[in-house]
């Protein structure tokens, strides 16, 4: 789907991240480039919590409140993703629009990209008089079957 107006390259890689920090004059600092390096070998969504435990358990001793003040700079940058749920935020490294997969029975979220057929997004348009832009999807299931049976 095509946006209309002009967006910054996607982020696809730890590299893409660091350059995008540069680009918008963000320092890169130990920390921060910690917590990059974290969300993108972990490949999941994490709060801020895991993010602290996780390094300091590899030994890149980082404070709490370092932990959190980067991952809101970097999230309000758009750098990283910040999904907002009853028990908290979690944090992700892909940060251009997707949609998920929410597993009940394991916690997790998916990242996954889905492209809607341009007729039914012709067909919403339409119905709701909206010009649709952009979208994300989620999805709810189990992993285990039996779960949600």
């Known amino acids: 789907?095509?946006?209309q107006t002009i967006?910054?390259?996607?982020?696809?890689?730890?590299?893409?991240a660091l350059d995008r920090c540069q680009i918008l004059g963000m320092r890169v600092s130990r920390q921060r480039r910690f917590i990059l390096e974290l969300l993108w070998q972990a490949?999941?969504?994490?709060?801020?919590?895991?993010?602290?435990?996780?390094?300091?358990l590899e030994g890149k001793e980082?404070?709490?409140?370092s932990?959190?003040?980067?991952?809101?700079?970097?999230?309000s940058q758009n750098i990283i993703e910040c999904i907002e749920r009853c028990d908290g935020r979690?944090?992700?490294?892909?940060s251009d629009s997707h949609s998920h997969i929410n597993c009940v029975d394991t916690n997790q979220i998916l990242d996954v990209h889905v492209?809607?057929?341009?007729?039914?997004?012709?067909?919403i348009e339409e119905e709701t008089g909206v010009r649709i832009t952009?979208?994300?999807?989620?999805f709810f299931g189990y992993r285990n079957p039996q779960e949600g049976s």
């Open 62 to 65: 980082i404070g709490h409140t």
């Open 134 to 138: 952009d979208y994300s999807i989620n």
């Open 7 to 16: 967006s910054p390259k996607p982020i696809r890689s730890l590299e893409d």
């Open 115 to 123: 492209e809607l057929p341009e007729d039914l997004i012709r067909r």
């Open 90 to 94: 979690l944090y992700g490294n892909i």
């Open 1 to 3: 789907m095509q946006k």
């Open 67 to 75: 932990v959190y003040q980067n991952l809101e700079a970097l999230s």
């Open 43 to 56: 490949n999941e969504h994490l709060s801020a919590r895991e993010i602290y435990d996780r390094l300091n």
